[in-house]
């Protein structure tokens, strides 16, 4: 009866035997196939390349370091729009064994330097660098903070012929020469140097440098910049890594962003995205809209469009007064606004130009007594409690110019162009607009070009006053500001907004295509300094050189600017940056999008982009 149970497991046990002999010649039969599938038609190899069927091929090692490396060292050679492999074998060593072989390195570096003093040479700088660097090693092994490894770096270059194979050498070779990095090619070591950078774990080149942790850290290869945050909008893709770019602009130290593209780069559209994308945080969006861009927005959204031209009926009175809370506020608001009208009427009286009229100095004094004098007529006065009462208007202002000694009557003739001239109305009455929506837009396209600054001046502080009366989370997005920066006057306004907003919980946004105007003049760098995210969208060839000139551009990002597609860009947020891929759903394009030629949704770029 034994016998018996007993043939019964051998016979059970020789099944299992073959079946898994099946299971593994039939794996090995995978194998085989899945080799034949991704093998090249043929391997050449020679001293200095290789050929993969069609494919030129070279392995070069990194056999010396300088004395100290950087982070992202590596990242140049990474990022470089090349088809290469890179392999490092990291390989860790036992700490006593290093800390006796260092005993023994110091122990030679103190008796060649003790030799070396006896008999009067002249010190040796590197021996002692190498002997500080020895003990500090020491060190740090010893209390645990620092181990070490064996540190072996490849990189396998491929190129369709032999003339591109060098080229491409000599460029990773500069690269890492730059950073006194030494590469050699392996000479008669091609097939281990490939078989050291295919993903197969063998180390057959075996070429190794002694690292600490500290710098083995540096050659991490994941190096490029994570702007995701915890909290905040979605700005697009990370080109780098595809992660997605989410940020809270308010989180920073200040929430102002300057906008430069070329016309068509799309700049209007992901400011409008953000815009939309920002509303659902609870901000505010208000908007000045010199081409009419924004009003489809605004309409979706249940936001004010107000439309300013000579034949509408909105007025905004530019001696309006903010109603702030705070004293200290309070007793600098007429103060504040009296600055902001003289840098106003020297605008509007053009002499904030070259080739204008100007405004002399007595000219200047008596516009300073005039505008003093036209507030007290109608009782306000530097006293906070008056400045509840109705404010004075440009006709107002007229009148006391009128009637007042010295340039008073020559400066009313000038000015009266807007009391009952052309542009008559629409800056001379009380204001009668309420922005009290989470979206409003001043849309300035129907008037007159040479009342554009004018009105974006007058607009701006209307909205500033409102921001100081009314706290509250808010995105400020003025479109096309190089027609502020033409005039100096406008300019410095802008910049002390810039300066002053995030006190108010205001987030200043500029836009502009006239990129070389904008940062060639001193406000508009100081407003680019003073503004923690920047977007850079594609460029003009003559803007490419100002923008890496202000934003230390590398030439590989030089060279990306001027070529970048649609909806695509560098991305700048406090001390990092990346390469963005604007992206929208396709309800937030439709929404969006003013395109004069709209595309049918099989023609929708990737991610719904479109471009204004």
């Known amino acids: 009866?034994?016998?018996?149970?007993?043939?019964?497991?051998?016979?059970?046990?020789?099944?299992?035997?073959?079946?898994?002999?099946?299971?593994?010649?039939?794996?090995?039969?995978?194998?085989?196939?899945?080799?034949?599938?991704?093998?090249?038609?043929?391997?050449e190899i020679q001293a200095s390349y290789f050929r993969l069927g069609a494919k030129y091929g070279r392995t070069i090692y990194v056999y010396g370091y300088p004395r100290e490396i950087y982070t992202g060292w590596l990242s140049s050679v990474i990022n470089i729009d090349e088809v290469l492999d890179i392999s490092m074998f990291i390989y860790p060593v036992d700490t006593q064994v290093v800390l006796n072989n260092l005993r023994k390195k110091v122990t030679q570096l103190e008796a060649s330097m003790n030799i070396n003093a006896e008999k009067g040479r002249v010190r040796?700088?590197?021996?002692?660098?190498?002997?500080?660097?020895?003990?500090?090693?020491?060190?740090?092994?010893?209390?645990?903070?620092?181990?070490?490894?064996?540190?072996g770096l490849y990189v396998t270059i491929y190129a369709d012929s032999l003339d591109e194979l060098n080229f491409i050498q000599h460029k990773?070779?500069?690269?890492?020469?730059?950073?006194?990095?030494?590469?050699?090619?392996a000479s008669n070591q091609q097939e281990q140097g490939l078989n050291s950078t295919v993903p197969q774990l063998m180390d057959q080149l075996q070429i190794r440098r002694n690292m600490n942790t500290g710098a083995i850290s540096t050659s991490f290869p994941f190096t490029s910049a994570d702007l995701t945050d915890g909290k905040g909008v979605l700005y697009?893709?990370?080109?780098?890594?595809?992660?997605?770019?989410?940020?809270?602009?308010?989180?920073?130290?200040?929430?102002?962003?300057?906008?430069?593209?070329?016309?068509?780069?799309?700049?209007?559209f992901t400011v409008k995205l953000e815009a939309l994308r920002s509303m659902m945080t609870g901000a505010d969006i208000v908007i000045i809209d010199p081409e009419n861009e924004y009003q489809?927005?605004?309409?979706?959204?249940?936001?004010?469009?107000?439309?300013?031209?000579?034949?509408?009926?909105?007025?905004?009175?530019?001696?309006?007064?903010?109603?702030?809370?705070?004293?200290?506020?309070?007793?600098?608001?007429?103060?504040?606004?009296?600055?902001?009208?003289?840098?106003?009427?020297?605008?509007?009286?053009?002499?904030?130009?070259?080739?204008?009229?100007?405004?002399?100095?007595?000219?200047?004094?008596?516009?300073?007594?005039?505008?003093?004098?036209?507030?007290?007529?109608?009782?306000?006065?530097?006293?906070?409690?008056?400045?509840?009462?109705?404010?004075?208007?440009?006709?107002?202002?007229?009148?006391?110019?009128?009637?007042?000694?010295?340039?008073?009557?020559?400066?009313?003739?000038?000015?009266?162009?807007?009391?009952?001239?052309?542009?008559?109305?629409?800056?001379?009455?009380?204001?009668?607009?309420?922005?009290?929506?989470?979206?409003?837009?001043?849309?300035?396209r129907d008037l007159e070009d040479e009342l554009r600054p004018t009105a974006m001046y007058i607009v701006l502080n209307h909205i500033w006053n409102i921001t100081r009366t009314d706290q509250k989370k808010?995105?400020?997005?003025?479109?096309?500001?190089?027609?502020?920066?033409?005039?100096?006057?406008?300019?410095?306004?802008?910049?002390?907004?810039?300066?002053?907003?995030?006190?108010?919980?205001?987030?200043?946004?500029?836009?502009?295509?006239?990129?070389?105007?904008?940062?060639?003049?001193?406000?508009?760098?100081?407003?680019?300094?003073?503004?923690?995210?920047?977007?850079?969208?594609?460029?003009?060839?003559?803007?490419?050189?100002?923008?890496?000139?202000?934003?230390?551009l590398t030439e590989e990002e030089q060279k990306r600017l001027a070529n970048f597609p649609v909806g695509q860009g560098l991305f700048f947020a406090g001390q990092n940056h990346v390469h963005i891929q604007i992206q929208a759903s396709d309800t937030e394009y439709d929404l969006i999008n003013t395109s004069p030629t709209k595309q049918l949704p099989s023609e929708t770029p990737i991610g719904g982009y479109g471009a204004v």
């Open 1 to 43: 009866m034994a016998k018996k149970k007993l043939d019964a497991i051998d016979i059970a046990a020789q099944q299992r035997a073959r079946e898994q002999a099946e299971v593994e010649q039939a794996f090995l039969t995978g194998v085989r196939t899945l080799r034949d599938f991704i093998a090249p038609s043929s391997v």
């Open 124 to 151: 040796d700088p590197a021996m002692e660098a190498a002997l500080q660097d020895a003990e500090e090693l020491r060190n740090q092994l010893q209390i645990g903070s620092e181990k070490f490894f064996r540190y």
């Open 172 to 185: 990773i070779e500069t690269i890492f020469g730059q950073q006194l990095i030494f590469s050699k090619v």
């Open 296 to 444: 489809k927005l605004c309409d979706a959204v249940g936001g004010s469009h107000i439309r300013l031209s000579l034949n509408s009926d909105t007025r905004i009175n530019p001696f309006d007064l903010p109603r702030v809370i705070d004293t200290e506020e309070a007793d600098d608001a007429l103060r504040a606004n009296l600055v902001t009208l003289h840098g106003l009427l020297r605008q509007m009286l053009g002499g904030s130009v070259a080739g204008s009229i100007g405004l002399t100095a007595a000219e200047e004094a008596d516009i300073d007594q005039a505008l003093i004098d036209t507030y007290a007529r109608v009782g306000i006065t530097s006293d906070p409690l008056t400045h509840n009462s109705t404010p004075p208007t440009i006709h107002d202002l007229y009148d006391t110019l009128l009637h007042m000694g010295g340039t008073g009557p020559q400066l009313a003739q000038r000015l009266r162009k807007f009391t009952s001239g052309t542009f008559a109305g629409i800056f001379s009455q009380q204001s009668n607009i309420d922005i009290n929506n989470a979206m409003v837009v001043f849309n300035i």
């Open 236 to 268: 697009g893709i990370n080109m780098h890594n595809n992660g997605l770019v989410i940020f809270d602009r308010f989180s920073l130290e200040n929430a102002n962003m300057v906008v430069f593209a070329k016309s068509g780069a799309g700049k209007s």
């Open 474 to 552: 808010r995105m400020l997005i003025v479109d096309e500001a190089w027609q502020l920066m033409k005039y100096e006057d406008s300019a410095s306004f802008l910049f002390s907004l810039a300066k002053r907003a995030r006190k108010y919980q205001l987030g200043l946004t500029t836009i502009t295509q006239d990129v070389e105007d904008f940062v060639g003049s001193k406000m508009g760098r100081a407003i680019v300094a003073n503004s923690s995210m920047q977007l850079l969208l594609k460029q003009s060839s003559s803007a490419v050189d100002v923008l890496s000139s202000v934003f230390k």
